[in-house]
């Protein structure tokens, strides 16, 4: 059988395209490093996760702030139609903020706008997410899954404030 010039160069450009997607899908799920939620860890009842006697005063909505180490800090947050619980954070500069997040009732996510930060927020387990703090500023941070009619309304505020200026709130 005879193959035409021609058929064998689009033969052999379709078989590069195929090879490339496939490195590109490899990339893309293997590369960046993004993963889905861990599910193998325990789940936790979405209906008692802002009980203070259960699971203490971090997702209570007492204490949202911790500081874990030098320049690192946990935040916890609760999400729930149609709020963040607390719905003003305030995390210093130059830092290490490793945020905390679950649902008290349906999918949310937590989308701090401008930045790359974002993860969903499911019920009955813990989102974690860590960034680097850099610039003091101050962002929004929005819920970008759809969860009831307000959906639109779901946001808060995130402060990163001079690393001098910060202060904790509360101590443990
Ligand atoms: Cu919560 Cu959309």
């Not at 052999?12 to 997607?21: D, E, N, R, T």
């Not at 996510?109 to 790359?116: E, L, R």
Request: hydrophobic share 40%.
């Amino acid at each position: 059988m005879k193959i035409h010039t021609y058929e064998k160069f689009w033969l052999a450009a379709s078989m590069l395209l195929i090879v490339g997607f496939i490195l590109t899908v490899t990339y893309g799920s293997v590369g960046l490093g993004i993963a889905m939620i861990n599910d193998s860890e325990e789940t936790i009842d979405p209906g008692t996760v802002t009980d203070h006697d259960k699971f203490g005063p971090a997702f209570s909505g007492e204490q949202a702030v911790y500081q874990t180490g030098e320049d690192e800090y946990d935040v916890y947050i609760v999400a729930m139609q149609f709020i963040f619980r607390p719905g003003e954070i305030e995390v210093p500069a130059d830092s290490t903020v490793t945020f905390h997040l679950t649902s008290a009732d349906v999918i949310h996510s937590f989308s701090v706008v401008g930045t790359n930060a974002n993860t969903m927020v499911i019920p009955g387990e813990i989102s974690t997410m860590t960034v680097e703090t850099e610039e003091p500023g101050e962002y929004g941070f929005i819920c970008s899954e759809y969860c009831g009619d307000a959906h639109h309304d779901m946001e808060g505020k995130l402060i990163v404030t001079p690393e001098d200026e910060f202060e904790m709130e509360d101590d443990q």
